[in-house]
């Protein structure tokens, strides 16, 4: 939805006028609060029609400048709120293929782990060991759901607020600055615009975005190993098949090395998880905080009075 700027403008216009019938109501009657006080009003009435007039200029040299700040990943083709857009729709399909795997090789995981072998003269649970790495793979999952909710929050409201903030927050912020009374509120929504489209993709995008390739092939070799895959149901009652099974899965001379292999993609899938948990959460909240100090300030400067303070009336 974009906010028409004849609006903006005609109020500006009408601030222009309104603060020279204050100027000459306050020569007229001695006043010079209300004298100085449309002096004020007309300082900001001429700054709010020049950001009236250039906002077609502000709109594209915003949106060229954060083209050029927008990093060096896949997603280079348009603004940087656009880019920073399509980079946490990628890593929001990625994490959900990574969460896929790791789901598969917990199943995997966890259910050699349970197989107790029951012969004549005695039991064994040659792979009991496994409930540990079991439980950090259960952990890793729950992460990874986490994560992939966080993205995919992340990916709504850019949504949401990347359309709007040149286009609606701006002209809105430009609207209420006219006004004395919601003049800061004005400021802020401006600060904001200029603060969300900028700042706080250039600061994202500063982070090493997350290469999750290696573990995903770690992973697929892993969970695709034909050495590895379950037992039949119809095997399960023979303990000599499993058995056999399983010192297949362990034979080193023939290259399978089922517990090296699961701790290789355990580490992996850790390297990973990190790697997004940085990206998703630890980026984005520094961004945030860095260009809600920003906004501070650009609000301070946008609405706060010039020379004269309206409280002198």
Known sequence: MALDLTIAGTIVALSIVLSGILIGLGRALGSHKVEYFGREELIQAIINAALVGAYATITLTATQISAEISGDGLCTGGSAIENLLCTYEGVSGSTY???????????????????????????????????????????????????????EIHVQLLS???????????????????????????????????GLYLLYPSMVM???????????????????????TTTPILDLNDNYAIAGKMDNMTNLTAGNDFTGD????????????????????????????????????????????????????
Do not use: C, W
Request: no cysteine; glycine share 4%.
């Open 160 to 194: 949401f607020f990347g359309p709007q903030l040149l286009t609606f927050f701006f002209p809105l912020g430009l609207v209420f600055r006219a006004f004395f009374s919601t003049r800061r509120l004005g400021g802020f929504l401006i600060a904001l615009s200029f």
């Open 262 to 313: 699961l701790t290789n993609s355990v580490q992996h899938l850790t390297y990973a998880t990190s790697s997004l948990a940085i990206f998703i959460i630890l980026a984005p909240l520094f961004s945030f905080i860095v260009t809600l100090i920003f906004i501070k300030e650009v609000t301070d400067i946008f609405g706060g009075e010039f020379f004269y303070s309206v409280g002198m009336l």
């Open 97 to 151: 293929s990574l969460l896929t795997a790791a789901v598969d090789l917990h199943s995997m995981a966890a259910y050699y782990q349970s197989i107790v072998l029951d012969f004549s003269t005695f039991s064994i649970q040659p792979l009991a060991h496994l409930s540990s790495v079991s439980m950090m793979l259960e952990a890793q999952v729950l992460t990874l759901q986490q994560l992939l909710l966080f993205s």
């Open 206 to 228: 500063v982070f090493p975005q997350p290469d999750l390739n290696e573990t995903e092939v770690s992973l697929a070799q892993m969970n695709n190993n034909t050495n590895y």
